[in-house]
């Protein structure tokens, strides 16, 4: 079986070739010192610092962020992240678990990441899973305004109440319908 480490590392390279064979001018990957610093220095509207240190310091911890590519010719990319997110992925009960998503760029119109940020986290997860036999993607604390959102992804209020999930076999498919309606 792969380390946790070498599937992250595969899950940005295939999620990074969707990108190119599509040409969406975004890159993936890790979030870096340098983005992890601009994070926790009120970028945003998520206690990033917290959140990083919380989560983002786990050995589990899977952590995405994506950057609007400025110019194909010569390659460049803008050094603040366009959008963030960090995960967990429980070896004991097969999950990934999504504790933080912000999108910086919700509000300019014609980025290739605006409404599509929890989208390509969930693209995350799923080639992830599919590689670890997950069976189970989690959201912690959703944001109020947003559950309905999710639910249309498939995800369900547990009973404790601060933690939404769905099956894999569902977020497949509530994904693959998503997608093929945005004719990507």
Same mark, same amino acid.
């Given at each position: 079986?792969?380390?946790?480490?070498?599937?992250?590392?595969?899950?940005?390279?295939?999620?990074?070739?969707?990108?190119?064979?599509?040409?969406? $001018?975004?890159? /993936?990957?890790?979030?870096?010192?340098?983005?992890?610093?601009? =994070?926790?220095?009120?970028?945003?509207?998520?206690?990033?610092?917290?959140?990083?240190?919380? /989560?983002?310091?786990? $050995?589990? @911890?899977?952590?995405? @962020?994506?950057?609007? /590519?400025?110019?194909?010719?010569?390659?460049?990319?803008?050094?603040?992240?366009?959008?963030?997110? %960090?995960?967990?992925?429980? =070896?004991?009960?097969?999950?990934?678990?999504?504790?933080? %998503?912000?999108?910086?760029?919700? $509000?300019?119109?014609?980025?290739?990441?605006?409404?599509?940020?929890?989208?390509?986290?969930?693209?995350?997860? =799923?080639?992830?899973?599919?590689?670890?036999?997950?069976?189970? /993607?989690?959201?912690?604390?959703?944001?109020?305004?947003?559950?309905?959102?999710? @639910?249309?992804?498939?995800?369900?209020?547990?009973?404790?109440?601060?933690?939404?999930? @769905?099956?894999?076999?569902?977020?497949?498919?509530?994904?693959?319908?998503?997608?093929?309606?945005?004719? %990507?």
């Amino acid at each position: 079986m792969l380390s946790l480490k070498h599937v992250a590392q595969l899950t940005y390279n295939i999620l990074q070739l969707y990108m190119n064979q599509r040409g969406i $001018d975004l890159v /993936v990957g890790p979030i870096s010192d340098n983005d992890a610093n601009m =994070l926790t220095r009120a970028y945003g509207d998520i206690n990033w610092e917290y959140y990083i240190t919380e /989560v983002g310091n786990r $050995d589990n @911890c899977f952590s995405l @962020c994506i950057k609007f /590519v400025k110019s194909r010719e010569p390659f460049q990319v803008e050094s603040v992240p366009a959008g963030a997110a %960090l995960s967990t992925y429980d =070896l004991n009960d097969k999950s990934f678990n999504i504790y933080v %998503l912000e999108n910086f760029v919700k $509000d300019t119109e014609n980025h290739p990441l605006r409404r599509k940020m929890l989208l390509y986290t969930l693209y995350t997860a =799923l080639i992830f899973m599919n590689m670890v036999d997950g069976e189970i /993607v989690r959201i912690h604390e959703p944001v109020e305004d947003k559950i309905a959102y999710y @639910c249309s992804f498939g995800f369900e209020l547990e009973r404790c109440g601060y933690v939404m999930s @769905c099956d894999i076999q569902t977020l497949i498919e509530k994904v693959k319908s998503r997608s093929e309606s945005l004719a %990507l």
